[in-house]
């Protein structure tokens, strides 16, 4: 699977962004999918993940209630909502996919990366 993750930017707290993950090379509904995101300085942690059939979603705690992931499987592409931006969520995200059935928080339980893409929350 070849993904291609955009819609970052420059956004003041308290505002929104959609990030977008395009996918390519694998029937996308065989995957699950997840966003990952590193800020400077730190580890990559696990931000959301959604099943297969989008049946069902994980949040990491710090976005629990501001961020929606979502996918549309008839265009292989899946979605991060990001709402109630705060400065401590800049960062490079990067969507992910694996081919297990179950969404993990572990990277390396995920594939295929696409190449990030930066989010930046000016205070």
């Known amino acids: 699977v070849q993904l291609q993750a955009s819609g970052g930017g420059l956004v003041q707290a308290g505002g929104s962004l959609r990030l977008s993950c395009a996918a390519s090379?694998?029937?996308?509904?065989?995957?699950?999918m997840g966003w990952f995101r590193q800020a400077p300085g730190k580890e990559r942690e696990f931000v959301a993940g959604?099943?297969?059939?989008?049946?069902?979603?994980y949040y990491a705690e710090p976005v629990e209630g501001r961020f929606t992931i979502s996918r549309g499987n008839a265009k292989n592409m899946a979605y991060l909502q990001m709402n109630s931006l705060k400065p401590e969520d800049a960062g490079v995200y990067y969507c992910?996919?694996?081919?297990?059935?179950?969404?993990?928080?572990?990277?390396?339980?995920?594939?295929?990366w696409g190449q990030g893409t930066l989010v930046t929350v000016s205070s």
């Open positions: 992910a996919a694996g081919g297990r059935t179950v969404v993990s928080g572990w990277g390396y339980e995920y594939d295929y």
């Open positions: 090379g694998r029937t996308f509904s065989t995957v699950v």
């Open positions: 959604i099943k297969r059939d989008g049946s069902r979603a």
